[in-house]
């Protein structure tokens, strides 16, 4: 009931394109689903976040939208760029859980020039 | 504001070895939780302070993990002996107000690997 299904694993995108990728979670208790990019070497960082009561958050090329009936979230990254190459991961947390994350298996996107 | 400090940023140990990893959190910066990410796969809680206090640790491996957090600030992280499956990155974050959209910071993480 913890776990938060990821894909696709990788994605190659060409410049200028739409990057998608897409999260499953089971638990419904999960209330607050961010979006964390990886670079090589250095630690994950927020990217954007929502919370179930809204279906769809939008900063700047950077779009989150949110299905709470199928429990499905997945993150747009529109005009992709090459330096958008980065590891993804989704997450979620529960309120009670003092904010532990339990983070997705991550989408390695590679935006081609 | 300075981010999450960790060090080493690299460590190669052979197994049965014993290891320790740093941690110094954002200023202020009250809750401080250490993952382990290991290859190709996302980050995974280990244990989460609460100023010095533990709030949870349910998923760490106590038979060889042990950390603890100095006067609420600084965490040590240590793992006595090493097993090939403990090569991962091990990450450090610090939050304010419970973490979440408040503010969760990870450090650049250390890259242990076992031989």
């Known amino acids: 009931q913890q776990q938060v299904k990821q894909s696709p694993q990788s994605l190659i995108v060409q410049k200028g394109g739409i990057s998608i990728i897409n999260c499953a979670y089971e638990?419904?208790?999960?209330?607050?689903f961010p979006w964390y990019q990886q670079f090589p070497g250095k630690g994950p960082a927020l990217l954007i976040a929502?919370?179930?009561?809204?279906s769809e958050k939008k900063e700047g090329r950077f779009t989150i939208s949110f299905n709470k009936s199928a429990k499905q979230f997945s993150l747009h990254i529109m005009d992709s760029q090459p330096g958008d190459s980065a590891t993804y991961f989704c997450?979620?947390?529960?309120?009670?859980?003092?904010?532990?994350?339990?983070f997705g298996s991550g989408t390695q996107l590679t935006v081609l020039p | 504001e300075a981010g999450v400090a960790q060090s080493p940023r690299y460590k190669i140990i052979e197994k049965r070895q014993s290891v320790a990893f740093w941690c110094n959190p954002i200023?202020?910066?009250?809750?401080l939780y250490w993952y382990q990410q290991i290859l190709g796969q996302g980050p995974k809680l280990l244990i989460q302070?609460?100023?010095?206090?533990?709030?949870?640790d349910s998923q760490l491996p106590k038979d060889r993990f042990s950390a603890e957090r100095l006067k609420g600030v600084d965490s040590t992280l240590k793992i006595q002996p090493a097993k090939l499956e403990d090569s991962a990155v091990y990450l450090c974050?610090?939050?304010?107000?419970?973490?979440?959209?408040?503010?969760?910071?990870f450090g650049s993480g250390t890259r242990l690997t076992v031989v």
């Open positions: 997450a979620a947390s529960k309120a009670g859980s003092a904010r532990q994350l339990t």
């Open positions: 638990n419904t208790a999960f209330d607050y």
């Open positions: 929502i919370r179930p009561d809204v």
């Open positions: 200023s202020g910066h009250a809750t």
């Open positions: 302070f609460q100023n010095n206090g533990v709030v949870d």
């Open positions: 974050a610090s939050a304010s107000l419970g973490g979440g959209e408040y503010g969760y910071t």
